[in-house]
């Protein structure tokens, strides 16, 4: 069992920075593979950035690519990963969720078996 909370959410303006941390409760978080998810209202559950248990892969969508980065403290010491977002644009405005994964990389919600509560970022142009 994997219990995940996050933070770092707000309120910011379009162009700027924000960072989300998750931290993961339990002594196998090295052992998954973790990702970051965001809903707009009326929207589905969108992929935003995935990471593998060491780094090894990390995958965006062409959406928040060069503009967010996802890492994972080193050698996994702190049970937190994190999405840096950079660049911000008001169609970013969605609930982030991070995700913990037990079957190894995914890029689609059902490949994760444990989420957080979520977390609101909203962008104002």
């Known amino acids: 069992q994997v219990q995940l909370v996050e933070s770092g959410g707000g309120l910011v303006q379009a162009g700027g920075s924000l960072r989300l941390s998750c931290a993961a409760s339990?002594?196998?978080?090295?052992?998954?593979?973790m990702g970051w998810f965001r809903q707009a209202p009326g929207k589905e559950r969108e992929f935003v950035a995935a990471?593998?248990?060491?780094?090894?892969?990390?995958?965006?969508p062409d959406s928040v690519k060069g503009r967010f980065t996802i890492s994972r403290d080193r050698d996994n010491a702190m049970n937190t990963v994190y999405l840096q977002m950079n660049s911000l644009k008001p169609e970013d405005t969605a609930v982030y969720y991070c995700?913990?994964?037990?079957?190894?990389?995914?890029?689609?919600?059902?490949?994760?078996?444990?989420w957080g509560q979520g977390n609101q970022v909203t962008v104002s142009s």
């Open positions: 995700a913990a994964s037990i079957l190894g990389y995914s890029d689609n919600a059902p490949g994760y078996k444990y």
């Open positions: 339990g002594r196998t978080f090295s052992t998954y593979a």
């Open positions: 990471i593998t248990r060491y780094g090894a892969r990390i995958d965006y």
